[in-house]
């Protein structure tokens, strides 16, 4: 089992490639919402091209699960084809269970106890664009950051990110360095 995870990748077809490169020998994709819409309050980015990102997901051989996220408007949605769940996703995958919301309505605790009331064990949000990597008794909470628009910085610098899940465990990357920052 290899999982990739992503989130908040907003229309970015720099990033997204990047994220996806990383992702060449992953066997499921899950991205945790906000895929392509770009909010005007964001700026716009370098490298923003949903149309260039549609194309790029609806052309992978490798499934894609995704959770709509609060800038997930349903004009772009019925570009992809596959299902923008809402709001969340519940996957089985090899013998994991994982729960996928963008995250944006729920606290910590609420998503502790979800992933308890299921029997998952992972949640993976997104919203903050910041990576999260915690155990919580037998739940893994993930936030796999942005490859995107990063919030998250290391000695001053920016670092956007991606996630894997795989039998050994979960890690969070560095898309620059392409270093683990932080692994279970």
Do not use: W
């Not at 091209?49 to 194309?55: F, K, L, R, S």
């Not at 084809?81 to 996703?89: G, L, R, T």
Request: hydrophobic residues 40%.
């Amino acid at each position: 089992m290899k999982i990739g995870v992503l989130s908040d990748t907003h229309g970015n077809i720099t990033a997204l490639k990047r994220a996806l490169d990383l992702f060449a020998n992953v066997d499921l994709i899950v991205h945790a919402g906000d895929v392509l819409y770009h909010p005007p309050r964001l700026g716009c980015t370098e490298g923003y091209d949903v149309v260039a990102c549609v194309n790029l997901l609806n052309g992978l051989d490798i499934p894609v699960v995704i959770a709509q996220g609060n800038c997930d408007a349903a004009v772009y949605e019925e570009l992809l084809e596959m299902p923008v769940q809402s709001p969340y996703a519940y996957v089985v995958h090899d013998s994991s269970s994982i729960i996928v919301s963008h995250g944006h309505t729920l606290s910590r605790q609420q998503m502790i106890d979800l992933g308890e009331r299921y029997g998952a064990d992972y949640f993976i949000s997104g919203h903050t664009h910041v990576p999260v990597l915690e155990k919580v008794g037998g739940l893994v909470l993930m936030n796999p950051g942005s490859p995107a628009i990063p919030k998250y910085q290391i000695d001053g610098r920016l670092i956007p990110s991606v996630g894997f899940i795989d039998d050994d465990g979960a890690r969070i990357v560095d898309l620059d360095a392409e270093k683990t920052i932080v692994n279970i």
